[in-house]
């Protein structure tokens, strides 16, 4: 059981080995195990006992019966169990600026350990920071660390074991069929930041490769994906954007021709689902297998032209600039070879001269 004000464990607990793990988060542009991605090699974080709103502080021992704080106490070398009193005035509490510090790789305690025990109680009521099972690290965008039992860590062990061997078994089923890959891999792509891009018409040796990867690496995402009862229809909204036939505009999508349709991926979904929606789904599905035969039809054209003539602008843009900048050199070349020219004449002119005063020097000496 678990106390709901606190999210820890009720009894009086000096047995078991539990570890205060750090929960790492993969950000926007630093992968997980980057330096910076959770703590600094060498920096430490501080915890102390929080308070309430009313400015009272949480009681570590709040969930310990009167004779076990006795014992605490008495471990702890003090006179009794009153002086583990939240309510002892500042300057004579126990609780007052005790403080747990754990640095980037976290902590291992041995509840048997009196000093253990007394780290282990005051981050369970960081309720903020520290999340009380490794399960719940995600719950709040704050945890920065989780309490782990180690009997609970084997458990999770083999969880994530079982995990894995049932996300092989289901790639097995999908294996051999280059649709079913190709399917996966644009939902994977349509809502992973880190999925790639299908290249056009992917083998069957990619497609394996690249879908053995994340089944290997997030064998979890791997599933939730392949027994998502909405596969077929995220799969066929890809493909569509990829050809064409669906407008992206950042977290909106529209279906080309029909402006009623534009909604985020979630009410994409279900506008394609709806029944009443149906034609446009099935007409969806006979467009992108025309382009997976390499046919051509009438609107992707149309739907692309907007882009290829913002392109060709781009180009034409760009091609003028290029010629203004080579007519600009041009003139400044044919400016330097005038002022060469010059150049040339003045210093004929001036070794002329030269000759000149020369012949006259001589003369006046003679």
Known sequence: ?????????????????????????????????????????????EYVVPRMRSGQLIDPLGDVKEEDRAVIAKQLGLKDYNELNINVEEK???????????????????????????????????????????EERYNKGTYKFALVFEDEESKLKNIKIDTKKEAYMMFGKIDGSVKKLSDFMWIYYLTNKDGKRLPNNPSLDYLRAETGRIVEEKPGEFLSIVTDPLFETKALIQKAVNNGLIQRNGSFFTIFGEESSKNSLEGLIQYLLDERNNNIRISLIGRIEQVERGEVFPGVAELNKPAVETVNKEKEDENKSLLEKIDSIAKANEQLLKENEELKKQFAKSKKTDKTNKGTKTKKTE
């Open 1 to 45: 059981m678990v106390d709901n004000l606190t999210r820890r464990r009720k009894g009086y607990i000096r047995t078991g080995i539990v570890k205060v793990l750090p929960v790492r988060r993969t950000g926007d542009w630093l992968p997980e195990n980057a330096d910076s991605a959770f703590m600094n090699t060498g920096a430490k974080v």
């Open 92 to 134: 004579k509490n126990y609780w007052i600026n005790k403080a747990v510090i754990i640095d980037r790789d976290g902590l291992y305690l041995n509840l048997a350990n009196i000093a253990d025990y007394i780290t282990y109680k005051i981050l369970e009521v960081n309720l903020e920071m520290i999340a009380p099972t490794w």
